[in-house]
């Protein structure tokens, strides 16, 4: 996503190294609020794992997007609601203190509502696809979750089994 | 409130040096690119000025972090560990305003170029070449000395700013759960319950009370933590709600559903099978209510209000058929007092947070339709006056009761009046923190109130019914 000549959608690529055995989880993003997670790569990762992963990133990205634009958008669309606002009143943006002025929340509630009504749409697009999203990415994982524990489990009792024969 | 570069930041320091660089970033480059490098010391007693002022000043501590969130940590390597050392050379990426990304992405850009050349450690040269572009704002720094003591919050705060290894320690989780379950909340939820058990006109079984109280927690746990599952990307983006252990990553999603499910399952269960069935039935329908009714509604229309005030009227039903094992005109009675509670509470709650609402996509009365808002808060205000009346008709207390609550029932509505006339941020703050001590005022009352039980026949017939 572009904004003037400048890709706003791009972090700050500072990211540790996802060598340990964890995902790292970092602060929160200053545009979408959201923090950011490396992922960590397990050697011998399965296909389940590997879907989790990209779908995790995925919507992390996704989300990244989304909420960057509102943000963004509901600024400047603030502002420039405000700004009108004062021109309306033949206000100037800053006062004698060089101050920002401020509208009263009255105000204010009016450009509240516009923005909520006129994101309706969208807002509730975004919704259902972070509910399917959400639901997909915690049924992954419990699948994951079986799996490694049935493995572990199987690989125990093999273990288990080629150790006896030898004592 | 406003994020303004102006008048955000009341420290000296903030307002001098970003006025300077706010004019001077049209025309220098050099000034735009530059990044204030703030040693250990200062940049957490420059920010606990600020919170300071702002706590003093706003009711929703919300520029707190706004501030810390500017800290871009250099070196990847040597945050990996979580040491102080890190902090040694902190660099604010100086953000002028949300409005002009093309100036601030440039500074991104550079931080990450610059990361790219220079060492994994923080190098004499660099702090020297960054020091020269802000020397007028580390001589002013040197003008005022602050002698600060880093406060918790502050270092909370900075600490919070790291890369951290989603790794749940053990000694952590009862914080984490706690907050997960919203545990406040429940202990408010599970007293409601408790009031709607102790009204019941039936000998008081301290057994079935305990169990009973147990059920009800564990369900609004399970409701509370699904909740805050489904609300991750908004919860990162309101201030009231950004420090959940979801949206901090200190669990994974399936952790929170795992630990739900280990709440409900056993909650619902034990309401079924050790109290009644129809107890058990309202139990899994609140939670059902409130994740699946309540929690999605929140972002498609304003009757979410209508649907939480419901879930909210029915732990003191729960309470009073898990001591009778039906469903009794008091049982809805005191719903119904609950259900109009909570206008008051919630109406006046939301209209200091209709910034983070608009912005997070929330339809509330508050943002979409102020005036119903204040409205209907007063009504049912008022109404509570109505429903203490109705309880001695009822049978619940005695006629004492609508007298002893008049004196706070009026208080409430006096000050919903006030909010309903006025509509500013200060009444609507009193009477939020108001209906927070007025409602267990009021069910306290209610239980001294409560209607004696008169004939030993009467007593005997219910205890048979609960010994069967």
């Known amino acids: ?167 | 409130m406003f994020k303004t570069p102006c008048s955000r930041l009341s420290g000296l320091i903030g307002v001098s040096v970003k006025r300077k660089l706010v004019q001077n970033v049209p025309r220098c480059n050099q000034t735009a690119r530059s990044l204030i490098q703030l040693y250990r010391r200062d940049p957490t007693n420059w920010l606990t000025y600020q919170h300071l002022n702002f706590l003093k000043r706003q009711y929703v501590t919300k520029n707190k972090s706004e501030l810390h969130q500017r800290a871009v940590p250099k070196q990847a390597p040597v945050l990996t560990i979580l040491d102080e050392r890190e902090d040694g050379v902190e660099r604010q990426v100086q953000r002028i305003s949300t409005i002009d990304p093309v100036v601030s992405q440039p500074e991104d850009v550079t931080s990450k170029t610059q990361a790219e050349i220079s060492d994994s450690k923080p190098t004499a040269e660099d702090v020297a070449a960054q020091n020269a572009s802000v020397s007028s704002a580390v001589s002013k720094r040197d003008e005022t000395p602050y002698v600060h003591v880093e406060s918790e919050e502050a270092k909370e705060a900075r600490l919070d700013r790291q890369w951290k290894e989603i790794k749940v320690n053990v000694t952590d989780l009862p914080d984490i759960y706690a907050r997960l379950a919203k545990v406040k909340l429940t202990a408010l939820v599970v007293t409601t319950a408790a009031a709607g058990f102790a009204m019941a006109p039936v000998p008081f079984d301290p057994l079935l009370f305990f169990v009973s109280c147990l059920g009800t927690g564990l369900a609004s746990c399970t409701a509370n933590s699904i909740n805050q599952y489904f609300e991750v990307p908004f919860d990162s983006n309101m201030n009231r709600t950004k420090n959940r252990p979801l949206v901090r990553g200190q669990i994974s999603p399936l952790h929170a559903v795992s630990f739900a499910l280990a709440c409900g399952v056993p909650g619902v269960a034990l309401l079924t099978l050790a109290v009644n069935p129809l107890t058990g039935f309202l139990g899994a329908l609140n939670i059902f209510l409130y994740t699946c009714c309540y929690t999605p509604l929140k972002r498609l229309s304003i009757s979410n209000t209508w649907v939480g005030a419901i879930v909210g009227a029915i732990p003191p039903v729960m309470g009073w058929t898990a001591a009778t094992g039906c469903l009794e005109p008091g049982a809805l009675l005191l719903g119904g007092i609950l259900y109009s509670w909570q206008f008051p509470h919630f109406n006046a709650l939301s209209w200091n947070l209709k910034e983070d609402y608009s912005r997070g996509g929330y339809r509330m009365m508050s943002v979409t339709h102020p005036g119903m808002c204040q409205r209907v808060a007063l009504r049912h205000s008022v109404g509570l006056i109505g429903l203490s009346a109705l309880a001695p008709v009822l049978d619940v207390t005695t006629w004492t009761f609508p007298l002893i609550s008049l004196p706070i029932n009026l208080y409430i509505s006096y000050l919903a009046f006030r909010f309903y006339h006025k509509g500013d941020r200060n009444n609507a703050r009193k009477l939020f923190f108001c209906s927070l001590w007025h409602l267990p005022m009021l069910l306290l009352l209610a239980l001294t109130c409560k209607k004696p039980r008169r004939d030993p026949e009467d007593a005997a017939l219910p205890s048979a019914s609960s010994a069967s």
């Open chain 1, 1 to 167: 996503m572009l904004w003037g000549d400048v890709d706003i959608t791009k972090r700050s690529i500072f990211r540790p190294e996802a060598t340990s055995t964890h995902d790292w989880i970092g602060p929160p993003n200053p545009l979408s609020n959201l923090r950011p997670i490396v992922y960590h790569v397990p050697e011998n990762e399965t296909e389940l794992e590997k879907r989790l992963r990209h779908l995790r990133q995925d919507t992390e990205d996704w989300n990244h997007d989304f909420w960057t634009k509102q943000n963004v958008m509901f600024t400047k669309e603030k502002d420039a609601f405000i700004f009108s606002q004062l021109n309306a009143k033949g206000l100037s943006v800053c006062d004698e203190q060089g101050r920002r002025r401020a509208l009263n929340a009255e105000e204010m509630a009016v450009f509240y509502k516009s923005f909520l009504d006129t994101n309706r749409v969208r807002h509730a697009d975004y919704n259902r696809e972070w509910y399917r999203r959400n639901f997909t990415i915690t049924l992954l994982m419990a699948r994951v979750a079986l799996n490694n524990m049935w493995k572990t489990v199987t690989d125990r009792h093999s273990r288990k089994k080629s150790s006896t024969p030898t004592t």
